[in-house]
Structure formats: C-alpha cells, structure tokens
C-alpha cells in the first residue's frame, strides 16, 4: 500500500516537473542567455537549474503553497549562475555576448530597418547593476510580473517595483546618451 | 505612463526578446532527466548525486553527467538510447524515445562508473 502510494507520488511529481520544465524552459534559457552573455554557459546553467530543480521539486511544491514555480526556478538559476562567476573569480568581460551574437537573435528584416537603436539598448543593459539588470531580463525577456520578480530576487513588491523603474530610468539615460555608454568610445 | 516611456518599454521588450534554447540542449536534458526519474532513491545516492546538494559541488557532476563537456557520459548517455527500444511514454511523458526501466538502471550503472571515473582524476 505505501509502496503503491509513493511510486503513484513520484509518478504524479514527475508529471508535474515535466509540465514545469516544458512550460520554463525557454524562460530559464533566456534568463540564462542573459544573465551569462554566451550560448555554452547558457547551456549549461539550464541544465544544473533543471537538475537541481528535479531534486528539490517535491519541497518546492510543498512550500509554493500553489503559487507559481517559474520564480524559484529562476532564483535557483540566479544562484547557480552567482557561482560560476565565484568559482571563476571573474565576472563576464560581456554579461550579455558581444552584439554579434546578440543581433542574430533579432530579423534580418529588423536590422535593415536601421534597428541598431536593440544593439543600443542591449548595450546599456550591460551597463547596469546586477540587480537592476536582472530585474530588466525578468520582466522584457521572460514577462514576469512584479509580484514573480520580488519572489525571484527575494524582495518584497515595492522594492521591485522601484527597482525596475530605477533600472528603466538609467537605461533610459545610458541609451538616450551615447557618451555614457563605454563601449561606443 | 507616457508615450515615450512606453516606446522605451516597447524597445526594451524588443531588443530582449526571449531566446529558444538549442534542439540539442532540450533533447539533451529530456534524455537525462527521463533517466533519472526511471531511478529509486538508493539509486540515485549510488549515482552520487548526493554531492550536488551543495551548488558549488554542481559543476563537476553535472559536467561529467549531463552538459556534453564529459564525452564519456555523454557517450554512455547516448549507447542506452540506442540500446533502448522506443516506449508509448515514459515517465516524463516526454516525446523523445525513452529508457526502459533496464535500460536506465544500465545507463545508471554506466554513468556511475564513467562518472566515477571522470571525477577519480581531478
């Protein structure tokens, strides 16, 4: 009777990471992509978040109380991402990949359009405070809402609101004018 | 919100727009993770993965095990799925062609091994 019970739980526990890892895994590859500025590392860093997730899966649920996983998905990502910088000593030289590689995300279409105002922008995210630039991924790249950022980043919702507001603000400034932005010297 | 603080916002979601991970990265963790449900809880303290409750453990296991930088885990990844027969679903319900229990048990010994090994030298 237990036994049948746990392998029931285990298979249901399966079944619900697999519907979180189809449902974030391009959430979680973004933020990485982002977050450590090439493909390899972005590679990596999702496939230790995922593990360490399956891991901690069943706790997880149990302490979500039914709220969304995405944001501690993240924060394990965050966390893992933190390391490798440690264990390397070293920040990236380029915290997002150099705009080569960044500009082939977007459409060719787009850069004929004289779009290198992207390029721009990417750049001053470069630019900007740990903090302040991965409350900007979270919310333009993966969409996540106020109230999923302060979770991720283990803030309360004001302080994210003024964080991401803060963040826009600078941005604004190193893309509104181009002598503030290192990289066009 | 003003027009320009909107056409800010709207440039922003532009230029980070959301990234589709690598064919081979999703097949990649489908594969482990398929794996790695098929196991029991003894089997998965035989695999070590005890050593990755602390994240500064990480990257070494999972380098050898799962993100491909280990050519001998990878490899022995890849021999169990071929040796496995398709099955209808696996417990991840995942869509690519799944380990039988035995062949996740054999792929488990083999990873452990090959890990083992990977890890005996550093």
Known sequence: ?185 | MSEAAHNFESLLREALTPVEPPADLAERLESTLTSITELAAEELEAWELSTMRDPRNWARPAAAIVAGSAAGAALVVLRARRRAAARPSGPLGLTLPHLDRAAAERTLRDLSRETRKLLGDR
């Not at chain 1, 440690?86 to 705009?99: G, H, L, T, V, Y």
């Not at chain 1, 750049?123 to 991924?137: F, K, W, Y």
């Not at chain 1, 941005?171 to 290192?182: C, Q, T």
């Open chain 1, 1 to 185: 009777m237990t036994e049948t019970h746990l392998k029931k739980s285990k298979a249901q526990l399966d079944g619900e990471f697999s519907e979180l890892y189809r449902a974030h895994l391009r959430d979680v590859y973004s933020y990485a992509y982002y977050r450590v500025g090439d493909h390899h590392d972005a590679e990596d860093l999702t496939e230790q978040t995922f593990l360490q997730a399956y891991r901690h899966f069943e706790r997880a649920q149990q302490e979500s109380n039914g709220r969304p996983l995405r944001p501690w998905l993240i924060r394990i990502a965050h966390n893992l991402a933190a390391n490798l910088y440690r264990d390397r000593s070293r920040k990236p030289a380029s915290p997002i990949d150099e705009n080569s590689n960044l500009t082939a995300l977007h459409t060719t279409e787009q850069l004929v359009e004289g779009r290198d105002e992207l390029s721009r922008v990417l750049a001053g995210v470069q630019q900007l405070p740990d903090d302040r630039r991965e409350a900007l991924i979270m919310r333009f790249a993966l969409g996540m809402d106020n109230r999923e950022i302060a979770r991720a980043m283990d803030r309360t919702d004001g302080a994210t609101k003024v964080l991401i507001h803060r963040a826009i603000k600078q941005l604004e400034e190193l893309v509104g004018d181009p002598r503030k932005d290192g990289r066009d010297e």
